[in-house]
């Protein structure tokens, strides 16, 4: 009897390398970091802080001092989401043409990306977690440097994927 696709692909086990166990302990360091810096501060905070700001990082949104804990919060829920569709690679749209022959660099280097992308949104997660405390503005270049934190490596990703799914 012929196995189709979507069989092997709920078969697949991507290996986990130890770059992947790095961004994971890094991850739950910063996510940690966040949580306990806010509450070692938390007397300090004023009653009223950023929440958010526009395109040019400017404030233009406040809250009272409760609302610092919605960012760590969705960081939390976005890590755990992200982390259920790593671990489950037949979940995965890969975008290209998953064979034998190129099944384990194409898998490989999608869980690369998205173990990559957890960690640049957990990154600029606990950065608008604990910058509220400031009581600044987030500066002009916030926008372009995460957009690019972000975007980057999809590109990057995408680029080798595409190499690995013609071989």
């Not at 300090?44 to 950023?50: A, E, K, V």
């Not at 958010?52 to 969705?74: K, M, Q, S």
Request: overall charge positive; charged content about 15%.
């Amino acid at each position: 009897m012929m196995q189709s696709m979507n069989d092997r692909k709920k078969e697949i086990k991507v290996p986990v390398t130890g770059y992947h166990k790095f961004i994971k302990y890094l991850c739950i360091l910063l996510q940690a970091g966040t949580v306990l810096y806010l509450l070692f501060i938390w007397n300090r905070l004023p009653d009223r802080i950023p929440t958010h700001y526009n395109g040019t990082g400017e404030i233009d949104g406040y809250g009272t001092r409760f609302t610092v804990w919605l960012c760590p919060a969705v960081m939390l829920l976005m890590y755990q989401f992200i982390g259920l569709v790593e671990r489950h690679p037949a979940w995965w749209n890969t975008g290209v043409t998953v064979t034998k022959t190129n099944a384990a660099g194409v898998y490989g280097i999608l869980k690369n990306m998205i173990v990559t992308m957890k960690f640049v949104l957990v990154l600029i997660f606990a950065y608008l977690s604990v910058w509220p405390a400031t009581g600044r503005s987030l500066g002009a270049w916030f926008l372009p440097v995460s957009l690019s934190f972000t975007f980057l490596p999809i590109i990057l990703f995408s680029v080798l994927l595409f190499r690995a799914a013609k071989e």
